[in-house]
């Protein structure tokens, strides 16, 4: 805990996301990676793969953008800088002591919208978005959504609920509205983009009886992905309660 509340007051952070949660959230990533660093291999590694792939595919190339690349645990950094121009990672908060290439830059950002409109200004109109923040990157030769969409909702969600003006039963409508807004913005860009997400998610109790089953991809109103994984997101001994939580990850090309 003491390790966990220096890196709280020593990471730089824009006011809207430490308000609304971002840099807590990103330490708690960092420290339940290292615990579940067995078990989380293989959905990293295939991440990378995925990622490598597109883009050797696609090089040499100009701009490209990695939305969501966090502690870049899942982004194959010096692979990807060596085969393009520039490479930009955003996501809401720049996780301390990250060192990147020449050709790279980390630019903090809001990708949906929402999460700073709350924090600066209170409105919790999530239906009347301006322009997308992600459409000034139409320009990209490569945008790669990298286990993103899903987490978009939570802490819009979050704020809402402490200020009454949302209620269990109207979360999912909410988090569908956010997560196909992603969808919808990255293909507004005309850029090619992939994006890897989860498709499918199933909730286990302590004695293995399942007790959630969420098709995500319906959801996104997407097709089926073109390679899919799992992910033990929660896996066995990681929930206090016991619970597990596992993921098929898909990977679309939108573009």
């Known amino acids: 805990m ?11 952070c824009p006011r809207w996301a430490r308000k609304l949660g971002y840099l807590s959230e990103l330490i708690a990533i960092r420290h339940r990676a290292r615990r579940c660093r067995a078990d989380w291999a293989g959905h990293l590694e295939r991440t ?8 050797e595919a696609r090089a040499p190339m100009g701009d490209v953008v990695i939305l969501g690349a966090g502690l870049c645990l899942d982004v194959p950094v010096m692979e990807l800088a060596d085969l393009c121009q520039r ?3 955003v996501d809401a908060v720049r996780p301390r002591g990250l060192v990147l290439p020449d050709n790279a830059e980390f630019r903090t950002m809001d990708v ?16 009347a978005r301006d322009v997308s923040p992600i459409q000034r990157f ?6 790669v959504s990298v286990n993103l969409v899903t987490q978009l909702p939570i802490l ?18 909410i988090s569908g509205k956010i997560m196909r807004d992603h969808v919808s913005d990255l293909r507004k860009t005309g850029a090619p983009v992939l994006l890897i997400g989860e498709a499918r ?3 286990y109790d302590r004695h293995g009886a399942m007790t959630m089953d969420e098709n995500i991809a319906a959801q996104l109103l997407l097709s089926n992905p073109t390679v899919v994984w799992t992910w033990p997101i929660v896996p066995p001994g990681e929930a206090r ?15």
């Open 138 to 143: 139409k320009g990209a030769s490569l945008i």
């Open 2 to 12: 003491i390790v966990e509340a220096i890196e709280y007051l020593t990471t730089p």
């Open 48 to 55: 990378k793969a995925a990622i490598l792939a597109e883009a």
């Open 87 to 89: 490479l930009i990672l």
């Open 156 to 173: 819009p969600l979050r704020a809402l609920r402490r200020r009454g003006l949302t209620h269990a039963m109207f979360d999912h409508g």
């Open 112 to 127: 949906h919208g929402v999460s700073q409109a709350l924090a600066t200004n209170g409105e919790p109109n999530i239906w």
């Open 241 to 255: 309660d016991g619970s597990r939580l596992i993921a098929d990850i898909g990977v679309w090309q939108l573009a």
């Open 201 to 203: 998610r199933r909730r």
